[in-house]
């Protein structure tokens, strides 16, 4: 008898310990381990400062605050299984994520059926935000805006006519490069060729195709993540060819330098939708906070995860006053985060009706040649409203 | 366009000759272990990416201390064999050695251990290499005096340093093993155990040691086919066997699986078309198929070779044993 009364205390103690009623719980996804880890990572500690400094603010609210990170593996079978968990823990009321579109698109239809609220800090897909899910945002551009942003810098400042475009087969990367190739065209250049691959060691073949490609390819634009377009450039400096390089956001990790060479990596242009801490006064203090906290530099998506944080936790807040202190459902942060206006450390943040931050921000940005990420040159910023959805 | 495909013509020829060789050393493996055991070891893929990670952790610690690049690659190239060789022999002692003393008859066992062991041991590297400098991508050290390159036919070809050791080491490799294989004691018990392992058992050789050094030989040549290639590609990660050794295996199929100068040659074919589709798909084709589809047409092709010659290019048609 006295052994089921414990029994019955225990499960009524895991009981209350399950479904905490004064616990929220904010989750991040983004790949943790694999190719992508760098970037992704940035985003889980981004989201995690963010958590930590707003914990007090909670407790006074009666609420412990609590970040739950998920790896997605950059792959979009195990996204959406770690959506499927996510949904099923009734104390998270907020994601953070992902890094990428590919993973994100099919993730966020899994938080849409119970209204799950999302704010990414990183995905550029247009088809993100399009579907026009109520859950869905981002706070940062798409590529429907940073790949044209890319192609008239190349071709109204670098003066570049004929392009070679790769890309990574991706629906981030090509994609990039779609949008690269339609306003380049619009604006009266011309692609060279337009070549997919998924190689990530040998590209010998393509750095061919390029020394004999006519008309001379003034410039290479490579739609995909640093982890390709490294050991490419690497390659192709080697064998002589001195061709200008242009990327996306995927491009915008140390990493790249270190797996490029420095020497071979200077001087390459990408734009990015997610600007370094140097684009952000406001960001100093926290980036020294953040390197302080994990020994590492902070970088745009770190930045960028820091104020998606910072807009699930603002949205909560509002929710849980409007709620006469009480836990907010899902339905209602999801609802708040739509009305949110937040002066975060990238500007002002404030969504439309698809999700997208109503003015985002574009940055066309040059490696330097000093091999340290946090010296690239920003060259031009540019702020432009999200287009509406086709 | 023609004059477009004339003019890389000659790069084209050297690229693919270079990655040919690849595909060649990492076969040689594959064809020893089938010739002696009939089993198609997909380990082996992951034998040469330790060999690759080998060499670049070498490079990183060595790279400061040895002034002479040539003498930290013969140092890199040593060690990777070694580490490389002992992982099979390893491999071949727990994984597969257990299967075979139980009397497992059917051929699917072995295979599915292969496979088994070859997620395990990229993995494990992952592991190790995440726990030691927490990172994914490896990245080979740039040295020197390996660094040089040269041009020849006033142009038409560009061609590294790196890429003619690769292709004298791998040519040495056949060499060494040809005559390993047909001119020594070693070479002579492989051949009986291949033929017949109980009837070899009879004649006083012991098949287990004999199929252990088999492992080690084709293991230490898929390591040092592993430095080679982390010296000419530059980015490793634990996943970069797969692909190479499936070709490397289909090189060893097409040239006649167990054949060892048939496995070279087939590695140079698979090579050659790679690189040769990797280049020009989107010339020939305007454009319609790009450099992506490189591997379904190479592939297609060594399909239609295998239609009209079954046992391989060098293979022989294989009588019953008596």
Not at chain 2, 185 to 214: C, E, F, H, N, Y
Request: charged residues 20%; positive net charge.
């Amino acid at each position: 008898m006295r052994k089921i009364g414990l029994l019955v205390a225990g499960v009524a103690a895991l009981g209350m310990a399950l479904g905490q009623a004064n616990v929220i719980k904010i989750a991040t996804q983004s790949p943790l381990s694999g190719p992508q880890a760098a970037l992704g990572e940035q985003i889980k500690l981004g989201a995690e400062l963010a958590v930590e400094e707003a914990k007090a603010k909670f407790k006074a609210l009666g609420f412990d605050l609590v970040l739950v990170p998920y790896d997605d593996q950059a792959n979009p079978d195990v996204g959406v299984a770690n959506a499927n968990r996510i949904i099923n823990d009734p104390d998270i009321l907020g994601v953070v994520g992902h890094l990428n579109s590919g993973v994100a698109i099919p993730s966020s239809e899994v938080y849409a059926r119970v209204n799950l609220v999302m704010v990414s800090p990183a995905n550029t897909n247009p088809r993100v935000t399009d579907r026009r899910l109520p859950n869905v945002n981002r706070i940062c551009g798409r590529d429907d805006v940073q790949g044209p942003v890319g192609a008239e810098y190349a071709f109204n400042n670098l003066k570049v006519k004929n392009v070679f475009i790769i890309h990574d087969k991706t629906a981030y990367g090509q994609g990039l490069a779609e949008e690269f190739r339609k306003r380049l065209e619009a604006l009266g250049g011309r692609t060279v060729a337009f070549v997919g691959t998924e190689e990530t060691s040998n590209f010998v073949p393509i750095i061919n195709q390029i020394r004999g490609a006519r008309p001379v390819p003034e410039l290479i634009y490579f739609g995909g993540i640093y982890s390709q377009i490294g050991p490419f450039v690497k390659q192709l400096r080697e064998r002589g060819l001195k061709t200008r390089l242009m990327g996306g956001d995927g491009l915008d990790s140390s990493e790249f330098v270190r797996l490029a060479g420095a020497q071979n990596a200077a001087g390459t242009f990408y734009t990015t939708v997610a600007g370094p801490v140097s684009a952000f006064p406001k960001a100093r203090a926290v980036a020294q906070r953040f390197k302080q906290k994990y020994g590492k530099d902070m970088e745009g998506f770190g930045i960028y995860a820091y104020d998606s944080a910072n807009v699930i936790l603002a949205a909560l807040e509002a929710a849980i006053k409007a709620n006469g202190g009480k836990k907010p459902t899902r339905e209602q942060v999801s609802q708040e985060v739509r009305k949110v206006k937040l002066e975060g450390l990238t500007g002002t943040i404030e969504f439309d009706d698809k999700g997208d931050n109503k003015k985002a921000k574009y940055f066309v940005m040059q490696v330097a040649s000093t091999g340290n990420w946090a010296d690239n040159k920003l060259i031009r910023v540019i702020e432009m409203a999200a287009p509406g959805s086709r | 366009m023609l004059e477009q495909i004339l003019a890389l013509l000659p790069q084209v020829i050297f690229d693919g000759l270079i990655l040919g060789f690849v595909y060649a050393m990492v076969a040689l493996g594959y064809t020893m272990v089938y010739g002696v055991l009939e089993l198609i070891n997909f380990a082996h893929s992951e034998i040469f990416m330790i060999g690759a990670v080998v060499g670049v952790e070498v490079f990183r610690y060595l790279a400061p201390h040895v002034e002479n690049g040539f003498i930290l690659l013969l140092i890199a190239l040593i060690l990777g064999g070694m580490v490389a060789g002992a992982t099979a022999i390893l491999v071949e002692r727990f994984a597969y050695r257990p299967l075979r003393k139980r009397g497992t008859t059917n051929r699917l066992v072995p295979l599915i251990t292969a496979i088994g062991v070859s997620f395990i041991l990229q993995d494990l590297v992952r592991l190790i290499e995440g726990l030691w400098h927490n990172e994914f991508f490896l990245r080979m050290r740039t040295v020197e005096d390996l660094e040089g390159s040269v041009e020849l036919f006033g142009g038409a070809i560009f061609a590294q340093t790196k890429s003619f050791i690769l292709m004298g080491v791998s040519i040495l490799m056949l060499l060494g093993l040809t005559y390993l294989v047909n001119r020594t004691k070693l070479g002579v018990a492989i051949r009986a155990v291949a033929q017949d392992l109980s009837t070899a058992s009879l004649m006083g050789i012991d098949p287990d040691r004999i199929i252990s050094r088999t492992f080690l030989i084709g293991g230490s040549l898929g390591g040092v086919a592993g430095v080679l290639f982390a010296l000419q590609y530059t980015t490793i990660t634990p996943y970069v066997g797969f692909l190479p050794g499936l070709k490397a295996f289909t090189a060893a199929v097409l040239g006649g699986i167990g054949n060892i100068p048939g496995a070279m040659l087939g590695g140079l074919v698979l090579g050659q078309l790679e690189n040769f589709f990797g280049t020009y798909l989107p010339i020939l084709t305007n454009g319609n198929f790009g450099t992506e589809y490189k591997d379904v047409v190479a592939f297609l092709i060594l399909i239609l070779i295998l239609l009209l010659r079954p046992q391989g290019l060098l293979g022989q048609v294989v009588k019953e044993k008596v």
